[in-house]
């Protein structure tokens, strides 16, 4: 994957199993588990940056001939405006997380401002 598509983590329901997975569900070369330092969650489905907190979850290598539609209809599920990265209830951020493979920056949802 080069240097402008960066892998998806995500936390709820975008998880594999859960119901807004079909968002994803064909569009990814691999998942793997991974570790978002810095941030917690502050609601069941909201994680908000928070010193000394962690969030478990996933992190999706999204196929390239399809990465930009895979992200926009998951920035359309989170209700951010065509083309922007921050709605009301959510911002799409670099966020740099952690996994076996080692570091590396990935796109979450996170609360806008935190």
């Known amino acids: 994957m080069s240097g402008k598509y960066r892998p998806l983590f995500v936390f709820g329901t975008l998880r594999r199993g859960e119901p807004n997975h079909h968002y ?3 569009f990814y070369e691999r998942v ?3 570790v978002l330092p810095g941030y917690e969650r502050v609601a069941p ?3 908000a940056a928070r010193d000394g907190a962690e969030v478990v979850g996933e992190v999706f290598f999204l196929t390239e001939s399809r990465y930009n539609q895979t992200l926009a209809g998951c ?3 989170e209700e951010l405006p065509p083309g922007m990265l921050v709605g ?3 911002e799409r ?3 740099r997380i952690t996994t076996a493979e080692g570091p590396l920056q990935a ?3 996170v609360q ?3």
């Open 75 to 77: 920035d359309e599920l």
């Open 112 to 114: 806008p401002g935190s």
């Open 107 to 109: 796109w979450a949802y």
């Open 32 to 34: 793997v588990s991974a």
């Open 93 to 95: 951020r670099l966020v």
């Open 24 to 26: 994803l569900a064909g």
């Open 88 to 90: 009301h209830e959510y």
């Open 45 to 47: 489905l909201m994680i």
